[in-house]
């Protein structure tokens, strides 16, 4: 019974991750930096990573390291390097990795849990599921590459004055 309310919240929070890093991700490819939405991004990013670790797995994978790796560069170029100079396209590059990866495990457990799609990939290594992350693969490093071209890491003076404004 606790597993099952334990993975419902997981499932909750991966959900919100996706949506909040899809909407990020369109502010990267709008040239925008939407700090809070970011912020919000990050941590339900962050949220799904720990709560994941407490389902039973098997052994370290080449994904789970990929996915700290890519969430820890992406906070790490967005607030500790504050985007300066290559730690710009740095933290884009990351952050759609870290998203890439939530909808990633997201495809599988659709495919794994939505009757129609189990039928059509019931051993998880059929042509359906192998086309749809493919395509998602494709759509995410398009995606990315825009969106590496367009972020913006420079703060727009209006942003700072306001800053300093609401700090008083």
């Given at each position: 019974m606790m597993l099952k309310i334990y993975t419902s919240i997981?499932?909750?929070?991966?959900?919100?991750?996706?949506?909040?890093g899809i909407v990020v991700l369109f502010g990267m490819l709008d040239g925008k930096r939407l700090e809070g939405r970011t912020k919000f991004f990050l941590i339900t990013t962050v949220s799904t990573s720990v709560t994941g670790f407490f389902f039973p797995f098997h052994g370290?994978?080449?994904a789970l390291g990929t996915g700290i790796?890519?969430?820890v560069v992406a906070i790490l170029a967005r607030y500790v390097?504050?985007?300066?100079?290559a730690w710009s396209k740095t933290?884009?590059?990351?952050?759609?990795?870290?998203l890439y990866l939530n909808v990633f495990v997201l495809v599988v457990q659709a495919f794994l849990k939505i009757p129609a799609l189990k039928e059509i990939a019931p051993t998880q290594n059929d042509p359906p599921l192998k086309f749809t992350q493919i395509i998602v693969l494709t759509a995410f490093v398009v995606l990315g590459i825009l969106a590496a071209l367009k972020f913006r890491s420079e703060v727009p003076a209006g942003a700072i004055a306001s800053t300093r404004t609401a700090r008083r």
């Open positions: 997981h499932i909750v929070i991966s959900l919100v991750a996706v949506v909040s370290f994978t080449p790796i890519s969430l390097c504050h985007l300066a100079g933290y884009v590059i990351s952050a759609v990795i870290s």
